[in-house]
């Protein structure tokens, strides 16, 4: 059932990264058009600004996860119902907070967003239309449950039909000429979608777990349980988001904001695959977890380098194609002009690939109630990537960011997380870094022939772009299906895959 639920969720996924990628090859230039640099760029440094308002959930959420995620696992249903009405109850007042907090954020954005006087008061009421998304806060909850219970595919679902919602109301929107406001009404309508549709897979519990959130006392033990992961795990979060999240704001306080149009469309296409490549993780932590808390260690461990591996290879296998071909593509679907140089991207590829393997340990070791043991560890690397990215941006400009998200990466997660694994479940580090080390062996000189072929013979048209690119990745598969994997690891997923296809047959 575990290799089923992770089958599902992948492809559930590969479903919406695909749907994602082809609604933003449509609707970007269309919003380019009708926005400009300056608009589109000052609404995606707004979604950041606005992202930091979740902090004010106080770790809620990533504390709420593990532990629906170990009361699954042990099949307590009556802890899982506790975790979920008083998340819900919680989640009420963080809502009031977000509230507050948004229309102080109102009134300080342009200062914040140094946009030009005439969208000044348009980007104001933008903020101020992102209330609407605090209705559906209290349903957050819901989506922690879904991960809980490896139904991810649920959550690939209706992430699908919110990227339609929001995509589609956005180009609406922006040829009537609505600007920043009408961007954040599709956000808005995109969020209430969501949350409903998770709403409606678990219809059959929510008048139980209505009744209980209005008539139930409050559960002690699970109050007592989310207090003890939500300081760290809100620790995280804060060094998560100031690691990741500021980089469209470094770039429009210290540069401008229209060139964060240049700096975003830059590195689309690795954003993209780091989604694709961290649902991996994301489909497969909740029965990681399921095995470590039920003492299946060498299963745990056996399973985690098989999924490092796997993660390495369809990284390297995506990634390399966006490094060599990113240029032409980017020439191809918003014009030359809006491309940001070949170190930007071998930077966001390269971070891109870096950040799916830390977050896939990451994972297990959060899902697992282990917040603390990263704390200290990623706010030493939110300070070192804060503090390079403003540096290197005043120094060398649009690829600052990125270079300090590399260097931060390096000095700090690339030698902690692994004794991290080592320290909490036994991993072997050594095995670890064979598993992403040796499938790099075999990219270098796979990504030299790639990048010289891009440059000699690269296509200068969709249909052959897209030939290439896909003929690159699937001939680094085959190769390392042959020399990365040995033979009882090709059996063994073979056989698993099987198994699988059978059971969503069935």
Not at 95 to 124: C, E, K, S
Request: glycine content about 8%.
């Amino acid at each position: 059932m575990r290799t089923t639920r992770f089958l599902l969720t992948f492809l559930s996924r590969e479903a919406y990264t695909i749907l994602t990628l082809v609604m933003a090859l449509w609707a970007t230039p269309l919003l380019l058009h009708w926005l400009g640099d300056e608009r589109f760029g000052a609404f995606q440094v707004a979604t950041d600004w606005l992202g930091y308002l979740a902090l004010l959930e106080f770790g809620l959420g990533g504390a709420l996860a593990p532990l629906l995620a170990m009361a699954e696992a042990r099949r307590d249903e009556r802890a899982a119902q506790g975790l979920i009405v008083t998340g819900i109850r919680t989640y009420a007042k963080v809502a009031m907070m977000m509230a507050a907090a948004t229309i102080l954020l109102a009134a300080v954005i342009t200062w914040l967003i140094p946009v030009a006087p005439a969208y000044a008061r348009d980007l104001r009421v933008a903020i101020l239309v992102s209330l609407l998304g605090a209705i559906v806060t209290p349903l957050s909850p819901f989506r922690a449950l879904a991960e809980a219970r490896q139904q991810g595919y649920w959550i690939s679902i209706f992430l699908g039909v919110q990227s339609l919602v929001i995509t589609i109301g956005s180009v609406a929107m922006a040829w009537a000429g609505w600007g920043i406001t009408g961007q954040a009404i599709a956000m808005v309508a995109g969020a209430v979608v969501f949350n409903l549709g998770l709403l409606f897979v678990t219809r059959g519990e929510v008048p139980e777990i209505a009744r209980a959130v209005v008539t139930a006392p409050p559960d002690d033990e699970a109050r007592r349980d989310l207090r003890k992961l939500n300081l760290p795990t809100f620790t995280l979060q804060i060094c998560g988001r100031l690691s990741l999240m500021t980089d469209n704001i470094i770039v429009a306080r210290f540069l401008s904001p229209s060139i964060v149009a240049v700096f975003f469309l830059t590195q689309r296409l690795a954003s993209v695959a780091l989604v694709e490549l961290q649902g991996i993780g994301n489909a497969s932590w909740a029965a990681l977890v399921e095995l470590s808390v039920q003492g299946r260690t060498e299963s745990f461990n056996r399973r985690l380098v098989e999924l490092t591996r796997t993660v390495s290879v369809l990284g390297f296998a995506v990634l390399v194609p966006i490094a060599a071909y990113n240029r032409a593509f980017i020439s191809l679907w918003v014009g030359s002009q809006r491309y940001g140089g070949d170190l930007l991207t071998i930077l966001a590829t390269g971070n891109a690939l870096m950040l799916a393997v830390f977050s896939l340990w990451g994972w297990c070791i959060n899902g697992t109630g282990g917040a603390q043991i990263l704390t200290r560890a990623m706010v030493a690397q939110a300070i070192v990537n804060v503090a390079c990215s403003i540096g290197s941006t005043l120094a060398f400009g649009l690829i600052g960011p990125m270079l300090g998200t590399t260097v931060s990466f390096l000095a700090v997660s690339a030698w902690f997380m692994p004794r991290a694994m080592a320290d909490r479940f036994g991993t072997s580090p050594a095995q670890l870094l064979s598993a992403v080390g040796i499938p790099a062996l075999l990219a270098m000189p796979f990504g030299a022939l790639t990048w010289w072929f891009s440059r000699t013979y690269g296509a200068t048209d969709w249909i052959g772009l897209a030939c290439q690119m896909a003929t690159a990745a699937v001939t680094y598969l085959a190769f390392s299906w042959l020399l990365v994997f040995d033979r009882d690891e090709r059996a063994d997923l073979l056989n698993r895959f099987r198994m699988a296809v059978r059971a969503v047959a069935v």
